[in-house]
């Protein structure tokens, strides 16, 4: 039996650090659904209408899943004129997701929905604290985005490709986009159903 190199055998500390960040935010969300729906089920009187812009920022996230999917694998093929068009594809998908956001908080503010209401201020709290996880994870794109314009001719993506390294932001934030997707559609589906 071969023995693994060190770093091989523990693995990439970085992937298990971001998978302990992943871990600890969904317990945070798992916490705040729980007495989101405790307190909404004891409410009476009339619900909140979810806003359509939260619809549209649903079907964003989504696609900017898949399209991150494809760009990795463009990059794993060493398509990596096509991984860098993936990326900026998902980066303006996600752009489009945090604009709908904000536009769906416009139009809850507008309907009257404020903090002093109880889902109202659960329904802020939680697609808030969401946007803030986004912002992290929209300037990580941004970073693979910046390195892949770099290296999207193919002598220069096949070098970064070779070094374990420089794919390790990559992981991260890949990890962790679609970590922000299902998190994103596990709330929307919370809010729906209350």
Not at 24 to 50: D, E, P, Q, T
Not at 137 to 149: E, I, K, N, P, Y
Not at 162 to 183: D, E, R, S
Request: glycine fraction near 8%; charged fraction near 10%; aromatic fraction near 18%.
């Amino acid at each position: 039996m071969a023995m693994k190199s060190l770093p091989t055998a523990r693995g990439n500390p970085y992937i298990t650090i971001i998978w302990l960040l992943i871990i600890g935010s969904g317990i945070l969300f798992l916490f705040l659904i729980i007495a989101y729906l405790i307190r909404v089920n004891n409410l009476s009187g009339k619900h909140i209408i979810i806003p359509g812009y939260f619809y549209l920022s649903t079907v964003f996230i989504f696609a900017s899943s898949l399209t991150l999917h494809q760009a990795n694998k463009c990059f794993r093929k060493e398509l990596f004129k096509a991984y860098f068009s993936w990326i900026g594809i998902t980066v303006l998908a996600a752009i489009a997701f945090c604009i709908f956001q904000i536009l769906g908080w416009q139009n809850l503010f507008n309907q009257g929905v404020n903090f002093k209401n109880i889902e109202g201020a659960f329904i802020y709290i939680l697609s808030g604290l969401h946007f803030s996880h986004m912002a992290f994870g929209l300037t990580g794109l941004a970073l693979v985005l910046r390195d892949s314009f770099k290296n999207r001719r193919y002598v220069d993506g096949f070098i970064v490709s070779l070094n374990p390294a420089k794919n390790t932001l990559a992981q991260i934030v890949t990890i962790f986009w679609h970590f922000l997707g299902f998190l994103w559609i596990a709330l929307f589906c919370v809010f729906l159903i209350h």
